[in-house]
């Protein structure tokens, strides 16, 4: 498979397939055969408008069998394929002959995939005055016709603006994960809740071989952990690790340094004094690293100290002034006692696989579209085609015929995390205006 989007083109034999695709590549390559049903094998050709670049898959036409009016089932099959893997589909029919049966077996195929952008395309509209014969396509229910004579070149400039517009990015398409990376967790939260004693604890426990490494600034200290979901990398443990701290940090050095963490960790663990509550300080240092991106654990430590209505209030603290934190699990731990400590792995794990989770375009568009369905942008906006341009956290395109309000993307930002249950980890939409 190409590295970079790719465009099929799909049609019935003799509506002028080739000659948009000698348009597009602006040379005169492919062959253009004057006959009907010459089956032609598929042709991969690396294309690029306004510096975008793509392979455009030409499907060639196919043959009809004896009774001239089936498709052959092997081209067919072809086109399927191509359809399936294509980022864009341009189905090409001759606007002066109009819809025919062959037009909508090949519509019927494409409206099989749901989730890619389709263009159809009018060709043989060599001047305004056939603009007319388009509106007889519409009948093939693919949307709406796109009048142009790539023999001529009317039209095609327009129409491949927009195919670039909704081809995914192709840095997006090259991005790979590097499958040796120790992913990174900050321990983060005032001073004496005690984040040294439950890094001490971590490091303690038997599964833990530990091995240090330089931070990122001169003074701290990364630690590296095996555990049975493999390497962590706590990030800046210096001070945690040193057995008695020399000096007491000052709030405003403890926010900075924990910010400096925050942003080089793939999941924060925000450790409250459960014995305090969620304090102030807590709440502002929860927006801070919320906005850094990555996903949070929260840890309400010292619970073996509370009876039980300390532990509601506790509860009902977290609830009130983390609410902007809804999706966080909270763990009730003791580090002093080691207590419910080990219910941090699996909560980090999850949050981790979250974080750098993949979701197939495909998916992705499904979950868009009956969001769509169930509650439609205001004032006909319309997400046309999305994609998940990037992990950690997970990053979303959406292609869109106009701005939507933020209140939808929102909306459409709550459907995707529920339908792929990301849990905790933050998500970003990307709007791109198609
Ligand atoms: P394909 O086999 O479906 O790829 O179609 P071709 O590209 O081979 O074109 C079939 C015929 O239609 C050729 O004779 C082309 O010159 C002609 N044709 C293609 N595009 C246009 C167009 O925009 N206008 C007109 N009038 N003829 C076209
Ligand atoms: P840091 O400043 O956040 O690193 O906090 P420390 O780890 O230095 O802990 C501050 C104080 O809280 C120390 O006296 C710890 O022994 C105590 N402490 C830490 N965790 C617990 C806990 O789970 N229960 C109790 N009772 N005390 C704790």
Same mark, same amino acid.
């Given at each position: 498979?190409?590295?970079? @989007?790719?465009?099929?083109?799909? +049609?019935? @034999?003799?509506? +002028?397939?080739?000659?948009?695709?000698?348009?597009?590549?602006?040379?005169?390559?492919?062959?253009?055969?004057?006959?009907?049903? /010459?089956?032609?094998?598929?042709?991969?050709?690396?294309?690029?408008?306004?510096?975008?670049?793509?392979?455009?898959?030409?499907?060639?036409?196919?043959?009809?069998?004896?009774?001239?009016?089936?498709?052959?089932?092997?081209?067919?099959?072809?086109?399927?394929?191509? &359809?399936?893997?294509?980022?864009?589909?341009?189905? /090409? !029919?001759?606007?002066?002959?109009?819809?025919?049966?062959?037009?909508?077996?090949?519509?019927?195929?494409?409206?099989?995939?749901?989730?890619?952008? =389709?263009?159809?395309?009018?060709?043989?509209?060599?001047?305004?005055?056939?603009?007319?014969?388009?509106?007889? *396509?519409?009948?093939?229910?693919?949307?709406?016709?796109?009048?142009?004579?790539?023999?001529?070149?009317?039209?095609?400039?327009?129409?491949?603006?927009? &195919?670039?517009?909704?081809?995914? $990015?192709?840095?997006? !398409?090259?991005?790979?994960?590097?499958?040796?990376?120790?992913?990174? /967790?900050?321990?983060?939260?005032?001073?004496?809740?005690?984040?040294?004693?439950?890094?001490?604890?971590?490091?303690?426990?038997?599964?833990?071989?530990?091995?240090?490494?330089?931070?990122?600034?001169? %003074?701290?200290?990364?630690? =590296?952990?095996?555990?049975?979901?493999?390497?962590?990398?706590?990030?800046?443990? #210096?001070?945690?690790?040193?057995?008695?701290?020399?000096?007491?940090?000052?709030?405003?050095?403890?926010?900075?340094?924990?910010?400096?963490?925050?942003?080089?960790?793939?999941?924060? *663990? *925000?450790? &409250?004094?459960?014995?305090?509550? !969620?304090?102030?300080?807590?709440?502002?240092?929860?927006?801070?690293?919320?906005?850094?991106?990555?996903?949070?654990? &929260?840890?309400?430590?010292?619970?073996?100290?509370?009876?039980?209505?300390?532990?509601?209030?506790?509860?009902?603290?977290?609830?009130?002034?983390?609410?902007?934190?809804?999706?966080?699990? !909270?763990?009730?731990?003791?580090?002093?006692? +080691?207590?419910?400590? %080990?219910?941090?792995?699996?909560?980090?794990?999850?949050?981790?696989?979250?974080?750098?989770?993949?979701?197939?375009?495909?998916?992705?568009?499904?979950?868009?579209?009956?969001?769509?369905?169930?509650?439609?942008?205001? $004032?006909?906006?319309? =997400?046309?085609? #999305?994609?998940?341009?990037?992990?950690?956290?997970?990053?979303?395109?959406?292609?869109?015929?106009?701005?939507?309000?933020?209140?939808?993307?929102?909306?459409?930002?709550?459907?995707?995390?529920?339908?792929?249950?990301?849990?905790?980890? @933050?998500?970003?939409?990307?709007?791109?205006?198609?």
């Amino acid at each position: 498979m190409s590295a970079l @989007p790719t465009v099929a083109i799909i +049609g019935r @034999p003799n509506v +002028g397939k080739s000659t948009l695709v000698n348009r597009i590549l602006g040379r005169r390559e492919a062959i253009v055969e004057e006959r009907p049903g /010459v089956t032609r094998d598929r042709n991969e050709l690396d294309a690029e408008w306004l510096g975008r670049e793509f392979t455009l898959i030409d499907t060639g036409g196919w043959m009809a069998d004896e009774d001239g009016d089936e498709l052959d089932a092997k081209v067919s099959r072809q086109s399927e394929k191509a &359809i399936a893997e294509a980022d864009v589909v341009l189905f /090409v !029919v001759d606007a002066s002959v109009g819809a025919t049966a062959d037009d909508q077996l090949v519509a019927d195929l494409i409206r099989r995939v749901e989730d890619k952008p =389709v263009f159809l395309v009018a060709n043989k509209v060599d001047n305004e005055k056939q603009q007319h014969l388009i509106w007889d *396509l519409l009948t093939l229910g693919v949307g709406d016709p796109h009048p142009v004579s790539a023999l001529h070149g009317v039209g095609t400039a327009d129409m491949l603006d927009e &195919i670039v517009a909704v081809l995914p $990015e192709v840095e997006i !398409v090259e991005e790979e994960e590097d499958p040796d990376r120790i992913f990174g /967790v900050s321990i983060v939260g005032r001073p004496n809740v005690g984040k040294s004693t439950l890094f001490n604890r971590l490091i303690g426990q038997d599964r833990a071989v530990v091995h240090d490494r330089p931070g990122t600034t001169r %003074d701290s200290i990364d630690t =590296v952990i095996e555990t049975d979901g493999g390497p962590l990398r706590f990030i800046d443990t #210096a001070g945690m690790r040193r057995k008695a701290k020399v000096d007491e940090e000052t709030e405003y050095y403890s926010l900075v340094r924990a910010l400096r963490a925050v942003d080089k960790s793939d999941v924060a *663990l *925000l450790v &409250i004094d459960a014995t305090v509550g !969620v304090t102030a300080q807590d709440q502002r240092l929860a927006e801070r690293v919320d906005a850094s991106g990555c996903p949070i654990v &929260i840890l309400l430590n010292k619970w073996e100290l509370l009876d039980a209505d300390g532990r509601t209030e506790a509860m009902t603290s977290v609830e009130r002034k983390l609410h902007f934190m809804g999706e966080s699990p !909270v763990l009730r731990i003791s580090a002093l006692t +080691g207590k419910s400590v %080990d219910k941090l792995w699996p909560a980090l794990e999850e949050s981790i696989t979250n974080y750098s989770t993949r979701i197939p375009t495909r998916k992705v568009n499904q979950v868009i579209r009956a969001a769509q369905v169930a509650q439609a942008a205001p $004032e006909g906006g319309r =997400v046309l085609y #999305a994609t998940q341009g990037a992990t950690d956290p997970p990053t979303f395109t959406l292609f869109a015929n106009k701005e939507l309000p933020r209140t939808y993307l929102r909306y459409l930002e709550r459907s995707l995390r529920e339908a792929f249950e990301l849990g905790n980890t @933050p998500i970003k939409l990307r709007v791109r205006r198609r």
